[in-house]
C-alpha cells in the first residue's frame, strides 16, 4: 500500500476526518476504505479509456458489499449531470428500489462537486470517503465555478448567465404536497 495515499471521509454528522495508510492509524478500517477507494479509481480510469467522460470514479457500498461502480458518463449520454457520484446514486436507487440510502456508503475517487454533493445528500448516504481534493479536479481543467459561488469567491457573471427573480408567480397547487397532476 502507498504511505502518500490519503483519504477524506464525510460522516453523516458532517464532521470531515482524514484517514491515511501510516501503519497503525486506523488499520482495519483503512484497508476496507482504501479497497472501495480503489475500485473507485479504477471505474475513473474504465471510463476514460471507454471516452465516456472525465476521470471520475463511484461506487455505492451496503454492507460491504458493492450495490453499484458506475464512473462519469457525461460525454456517453450527452448529459452534463451524469457525472460519477449521480449516476451512482440513480443506478443504486433502481437497483434498490427506493430513493433513501442511508444505510450505504459512497467512495468516489474525488471530491463531489456541489451537484454531486447535493444528489449524495439528497440519497441520505450516509458516509462519503473521497481520494483526491476538488483542487486537482481544477488542476487539470475541470470547472468549479459553482464551488465558487456557493464559497462567495465568484460573480455570477462568469457563468454568462442572465438571472432574473420573477415577483408574482403563483402556483395552482402545493409543489411540495401535490403528488398528481395540477389543473
Known amino acids: 500500500m502507498d504511505e502518500t ?4 471521509v464525510l460522516e453523516s454528522d458532517n464532521t470531515i476526518s482524514v484517514a491515511s495508510t501510516f501503519p497503525g492509524h486506523q488499520e482495519e478500517v483503512q484497508d476496507r476504505d482504501y479497497h472501495f477507494l480503489s475500485l473507485a479509481v479504477e471505474e475513473a480510469y474504465n471510463g476514460v479509456n471507454c ?4 476521470p ?3 461506487v455505492v457500498v451496503l454492507n460491504d458489499g458493492i450495490v453499484v461502480s458506475c464512473h462519469n458518463m457525461v460525454l456517453e449520454y450527452t448529459d452534463p449531470t451524469a457525472h460519477a457520484e449521480v449516476t451512482a446514486v440513480r443506478e443504486a436507487c433502481k437497483k434498490l428500489g427506493r430513493l433513501e440510502l442511508s444505510d450505504c456508503e459512497m467512495y468516489a475517487s474525488c471530491e463531489p462537486c456541489p ?3 447535493g444528489a449524495i445528500h439528497l440519497a441520505r448516504i450516509k458516509r462519503l470517503v473521497y481520494g483526491a481534493q476538488a ?8 470547472d468549479d465555478f459553482i464551488a465558487d459561488v456557493i464559497r462567495g469567491t465568484a460573480q455570477y457573471q462568469k457563468a454568462n448567465l442572465e438571472i432574473k427573480r420573477a415577483d408574482g408567480v403563483s402556483l395552482n397547487c402545493n ?9
Open 5 to 8: 495515499v490519503e483519504m477524506k
Open 135 to 142: 483542487e486537482a479536479a481544477i488542476a487539470i481543467g475541470f
Open 51 to 54: 471516452g465516456h467522460g472525465g
Open 175 to 183: 409543489p411540495v404536497s401535490c403528488c398528481v397532476k395540477c389543473p
Open 56 to 58: 471520475f470514479g463511484a
Open 115 to 117: 451537484m454531486c454533493f
